[in-house]
């Protein structure tokens, strides 16, 4: 990273506009554990038998940006693995992530899956890590589903399947958590079919 010519003492002495990302970042982690909480542990075992229940994380540094994730399920096994990922990446928006191992085929065992999920916008992330998201957000290495028979080739070539859909924030916290639980249990209700 290049040292600046000049230091920005405006930003610098601005101590409201940093009470105000962190009370922006408490937000998302009040968000995240709201929704964790309306959402049973013993649910998410039923649902995924080696289901670790929920994890919330933050940071500062991905690609020098804050973020807040929450992750449901927190099964990351690359055969048959299974993960649901809130990603709030300030300076880039609001993902969710949908992570499926090699093997795990639920996916494909339900017919409605493929269509419910291409309806709902999400996307073919196309990296050979799940966690590449500069490469898959920065610089929009994603692809629309088009047929199931692309699906099967993603997963061939990338070694798992991860699709993602970006949220649009909305100002009212009660919206986007409402938002954010219809996005997670319509995943978790097509998986658990």
């Known amino acids: ?5 000049i230091i920005p003492v405006h930003i610098l002495t601005d101590s409201t506009l940093f009470e105000e990302i962190h ?8 968000l995240y554990s709201t929704l964790a909480n309306e959402i049973s542990s013993r649910d998410l075992s039923e649902i995924h038998l080696t ?10 540094e991905l690609q020098g940006c804050p973020y807040q994730v929450l992750d449901i399920i927190r099964d990351f096994d690359k055969e048959f693995g299974f993960n649901i990922r809130i990603l709030n990446w300030w300076g880039r928006g609001l993902f969710i992530f949908v992570f499926f191992g090699r093997h795990n085929r639920k996916f494909f065992s339900d017919a409605g899956w493929f269509p419910e999920m291409q309806q709902q ?3 073919l992330t196309n ?15 994603m692809s629309p589903m088009v047929q199931e028979s692309q699906v099967i080739i993603h997963i061939e070539r990338h070694r798992h399947l991860q699709l993602v859909k970006k949220i649009a924030y909305t100002e009212d916290y009660l919206s986007l958590k409402r938002c954010l639980r ?3 249990l319509k995943i978790l209700n097509l998986y658990s079919r």
């Open 121 to 123: 916008g999400y996307s």
């Open 127 to 141: 990296t050979s890590s799940p966690w590449d998201y500069k490469t898959i957000i920065d610089l929009g290495n």
């Open 51 to 60: 289901s670790q229940g929920f994890k919330i994380s933050k940071g500062n």
């Open 182 to 184: 219809e996005q997670v």
């Open 23 to 30: 009370q922006i970042k408490n937000s998302f982690i009040s």
């Open 1 to 5: 990273m290049k040292t600046p010519d």
